[in-house]
Structures are given as structure tokens and as C-alpha cells.
T-cell receptor
Framework: GEDVEQSLFLSVREGDSSVINCTYTDSSSTYLYWYKQEPGAGLQLLTYIFSNMDMKQDQRLTVLLNKKDKHLSLRIADTQTGDSAIYFCAESPNTDKLIFGTGTRLQVFP | SAVISQKPSRDICQRGTSLTIQCQVDSQVTMMFWYRQQPGQSLTLIATANQGSEATYESGFVIDKFPISRPNLTFSTLTVSNMSPEDSSIYLC????????????FGPGTRLTVT
């Protein structure tokens, strides 16, 4: 099947780290993505990782990929109120189509 | 990354009518996609639109309901036909770029409400 699952909610204190988890099903996915959607806005591509990598770091963002367990995570260091949004992971079982996860709503409180 | 615009940004339509959504990209792209995001839900791919060929529709979506045009490498339209309240969603177009990897960028979306 093509189910990408995420926990629905995550609440963190400002300054703490956030970890958003995702499990996917298609081991043939070449790339795995993280998108951010703020209220009333479109999707912003945050980062992505190639399937032959275990980790990718980009400023405050760290992506970890466990291909054996089909588990993807996004860590946001020093989480800020501006990070409050819905975060979607997505897999690409072929080179164009994206299968999106259910989305995780991140709430950052002071 | 490509800059993508959509028109209209939002609309309220009566059931039984049709709405055409436009997607404009500031660079030439081969692959364009149309997604639907129902209220409180994730995104679902409607179809892939390549210039010079018929759009390829995903399971559950048909050309009669969602006709797509792709007249050139920078523009596409999606029509939502014979609308019902169940069609109330955000419709987003996206494009694929290759910059070290396959990157897909999204337009701002069109928020459609059908009454």
C-alpha cells in the first residue's frame, strides 16, 4: 500500500527541540521530503533526503532516515513560535508522484 | 526555485457550476501536477500534466470531472466541473525541478468553497 503515517499533534516549548516522525511503506522511494504548511498558506519545501543517505543537516533542521524500518524524522533545533505549522512528510515511489503523510500539527508555546 | 502563481486565490461557487483554476510558472518546466487538499486533510494527487500529451489521472479522478490543459511549458489549468459541496478543497499546482535531486514546489493554492 501507499500509506504514509505521522502523529497528528506535537506541542513543544519555545527553545526546545522538536522531533516529528513519519513512517512510509514504499521501499523504492528515491527521495523523502518534509514540507511545512502555515495557516492559510501553500506548502513550503523544507528539505529532502536521498534514499541512500542516513542523515542530512540543514541549519536547524536534521533529517534522519532509517530505511530498514522505513522511518523518517525531522528534528528542529531551538524551536521558535514561527515554526508553528503543519509538517508533512512525503515519499516518492517513482520520480514524480508524491505520497503525502497525514501531517503533524506543531504547536510551540512560550 | 520556480515561482508559481495561481488564480483565483479563492472562490465561492454554487453547486452545478464549473471553475477553472490557472497555474503560472516563471520558468519552463516539464512536469506539472495538480493536488487536492480537502479540509483538515493531507494532499492527494489528482493528475500529472505534461505539455503536449494528455494528463495522467490518479485513481478516483476522471477527466470529465477535472479536465486539465497544458498548452505550454509555463502554464496549466484545472477545471472543477459540475461542482458539489464535496469539491470544497484547496487545489494546488506544483512543478518538479532537478537541482541535485528531485524537488517539487507548490503554488499558493486555490481555496474553493461550493455552496
Amino acid at each position: 500500500g501507499e500509506d504514509v503515517e505521522q502523529s497528528l499533534f506535537l506541542s513543544v516549548r519555545e527553545g526546545d527541540s522538536s522531533v516529528i516522525n513519519c513512517t512510509y511503506t514504499d521501499s523504492s522511494s528515491t527521495y523523502l521530503y518534509w514540507y511545512k504548511q502555515e495557516p492559510g498558506a501553500g506548502l513550503q519545501l523544507l528539505t529532502y533526503i536521498f534514499s541512500n543517505m542516513d542523515m542530512k543537516q540543514d541549519q536547524r533542521l536534521t533529517v534522519l532516515l532509517n530505511k530498514k524500518d522505513k522511518h523518517l524524522s525531522l528534528r528542529i533545533a531551538d524551536t521558535q513560535t514561527g515554526d508553528s505549522a503543519i509538517y508533512f512528510c512525503a515519499e516518492s515511489p517513482n520520480t514524480d508522484k508524491l505520497i503525502f503523510g497525514t501531517g503533524t500539527r506543531l504547536q510551540v508555546f512560550p | 526555485s520556480a515561482v508559481i502563481s495561481q488564480k483565483p486565490s479563492r472562490d465561492i461557487c454554487q453547486r452545478g457550476t464549473s471553475l477553472t483554476i490557472q497555474c503560472q510558472v516563471d520558468s519552463q518546466v516539464t512536469m506539472m501536477f495538480w493536488y487536492r487538499q480537502q479540509p483538515g486533510q493531507s494532499l492527494t494527487l489528482i493528475a500529472t500534466a505534461n505539455q503536449g500529451s494528455e494528463a495522467t489521472y490518479e485513481s478516483g479522478f476522471v477527466i470529465d470531472k477535472f479536465p486539465i490543459s497544458r498548452p505550454n511549458l509555463t502554464f496549466s489549468t484545472l477545471t472543477v466541473s459540475n461542482m458539489s459541496p464535496e469539491d470544497s478543497s484547496i487545489y494546488l499546482c506544483s512543478v518538479e525541478e532537478f537541482s541535485g535531486g528531485s524537488e517539487q514546489y507548490f503554488g499558493p493554492g486555490t481555496r474553493l468553497t461550493v455552496t
